[in-house]
């Protein structure tokens, strides 16, 4: 089946300066509800395809295919500001960037095209990357068959599929002819027959991604819809993607260190009460809910700082024809922004809390999420292993490993 695109809706074309206002906008809008489709699970559907139709999504699509031709780190501005008020809708959404990017540096112009229509026309793009079961994250048994007639036949299942679920398209890792040394990304319509999304996500924070199980069962697609990143070598280049990937899952840990920090506050000052022995009226005028607050707001601001930095690394990366010493200070940027991102977003989420008091951990309040949402999505590729390496390059000038997550 090829995928259904409505080539008469063409969504607005985002200058850089409209860019951060729309995000802003957005995110405030989502902030609202935010709490409750978190407490009933409910995938904010209706707030991603609101954002897809903002134009938001094709930022970094070329002005020459309908989009606005932004640099990499528009994306990741986006992705935190859409944090701030929702971070599900911004997992919900990486892949799409990512895979964009991925379809830049390796598509035919077919697919490349394709892609463009889908992120200019109010649609997203969704993953079906990893699977369980397997011994390691890179390691997949799905397959992908090239037929006589002109199509592709995936067979396999996926899970933590973020962003399938309502998607135009998602990408599907597998293996070309069961050739675990050929990696292809499959691009498949959730309407295709044979594909079965099951929403059986049940991870206590990002509640609402709907990341969970995709069921490929003979799904035939067009060959066209292939996209075929070759053998891989003995000794694989080093890839721009991989730094662009880590400063999006940055970005969202960065934009929920930001709600916890400003919602936190707001706890206290309009709800919290002093300690018995404080003697003052207000919470918010206690000495000790001051300092650690200004301490909280620090740390936030040192890891802005340090996310904005790896931004403009990862756009200084010649993606053409990149030098081994911008995708070193790319990598390294990130890996130092995310790294700390892992600490300090869950340190926050869980700092305000203390400081708020009994009456914060009410449900209906729903305080609780920041935490659980930054732990969770933390997760994604280990600290302590960027600081293994960003250690190991500082002390005998040992390069990090050439694969996507750092």
Known sequence: MTAQIDTHVRTPVLSRADVEQVARDLATRFAEGSADRDAERRHPLDEVRTLAASGLLGITVPASAGGSGLAHSSAGEVLRLIARGDSSVAQIVLAHFVLLDVAALAATPELRDLLHEVAT????????????????????????????????????????????????????????????????????????DGVTIEEDWSGFGQRTTASGTVILDDVAVPAAQLLDLGPVPADPPRSPVGAYDQLLHAAIDVGIARAALEDGAAFVRDRSRPWVESGVARVSDEPHVQLRFGQLRTRLAALEALFDRAGRAVDEVDRTAPTQAQLLDASFAVAEAKAYAQEVGPAIATDVIELAGTSAVDQRHGLDRHWRNVRTHSLHDPARWKYVHLGAHLLDGTAPPNHPLF
């Not at 079906?128 to 067979?155: I, K, S």
């Not at 299942?157 to 069961?178: E, I, M, Q, W």
């Open 121 to 192: 026309s109010g649609g997203w793009i969704g993953n079906a990357t990893a699977e369980r079961g397997t011994q390691h994250v890179f390691d997949r048994t799905t397959r992908a068959e090239r037929r006589d007639d002109g199509t592709v036949l995936v067979r396999g299942r996926k899970f933590y599929a973020t962003g399938a679920l309502g998607s135009t398209l998602f990408g599907v890792a597998a293996n070309l002819d069961g050739d675990p040394g050929h990696p292809v990304i499959v691009f498949v319509s959730p309407h295709d």
